[in-house]
């Protein structure tokens, strides 16, 4: 049980949907960072959340948002799904400088 | 453009034996390192970070940092079946005021039996 608590676990969308992943993170963790993971790949961030703000973003489209809520909760939004955006969707909280602990990810399909 | 990299491997050895995993990374004032083990289909875990230069030793694993050389590694001795995973470095550094993280692509280890 890493404290990061992630849903749904597998989605498959359609391209040209939206959809939105959730995350609920360790409580006092003010930071929440959403990272991307494509089959054989790194992670690559796209955007962090600090007191329900965004503070950094990646190279990610518009079409990619989120939202952070008071009680330690976010979300991903992404509308317009295209093919490549299927990948491991990592949520993860804590202080960057002192490593993350990430939530155990969704899996989307974009078909 | 900040970049980590890691050889994808994979990198294979016999069980017992020692597994060196090697990170090179772009910007000399990047201040914390770390090593992250991904099993497949499952999300990375933290398992050494290191923030100064030198040797960092915890149980099998040691991480060593030479920042002059903007290069960290990841030794794990006494290398076990179930250390086969992929191995991520991620490198911390500051973007326009906030703390971003950057990974490498991780190198796939496999430790034969």
């Known amino acids: 049980e890493t404290g990061v608590t992630q849903s749904p676990t597998h989605l498959i969308k359609t391209r040209g949907q939206q959809v939105t992943l959730r995350c609920s993170s360790q409580?006092?963790?003010?930071?929440v960072s959403w990272y991307q993971q494509a089959l054989g790949q790194g992670p690559q961030f796209i955007f962090q959340?600090?007191?329900?703000?965004?503070?950094g973003r990646g190279n990610f489209p518009p079409r990619f948002s989120g939202l952070q809520f008071p009680n330690y909760s976010s979300e991903l939004n992404v509308n317009a799904l295209e093919l490549d955006d299927s990948a491991l969707y990592l949520c993860?909280?804590?202080?960057?400088?002192?490593?993350?602990?990430f939530g155990s990810g969704t899996r989307l399909t974009v078909v | 453009q900040k970049e980590v990299e890691q050889n994808s491997g994979p990198l294979s050895v016999p069980e017992g034996a020692i597994a060196s995993l090697n990170c090179t990374y772009s910007?000399?004032?990047?201040?914390?390192f770390f090593w992250y083990r991904q099993y497949s289909g499952k999300s990375p875990e933290l398992i050494m970070s290191?923030?100064?230069?030198g040797d960092k030793e915890d149980g099998r694993f040691t991480a060593q940092l030479n920042k002059a050389s903007q290069y960290v590694s990841l030794l794990i001795r006494d290398s076990q079946p179930s250390d086969s995973a992929t191995y991520l470095c991620?490198?911390?550094?500051?973007?326009?005021?906030?703390?971003?993280?950057?990974f490498g692509i991780g190198t796939k280890l496999q430790v034969i039996p």
């Open positions: 993860a909280s804590s202080l960057p400088s002192r490593g993350y602990t």
């Open positions: 290191i923030y100064s230069n």
């Open positions: 959340y600090y007191r329900e703000e965004e503070n």
């Open positions: 991620a490198v911390n550094w500051n973007s326009g005021g906030y703390q971003k993280v950057t």
């Open positions: 409580s006092g963790h003010n930071t």
């Open positions: 910007d000399r004032v990047s201040q914390s």
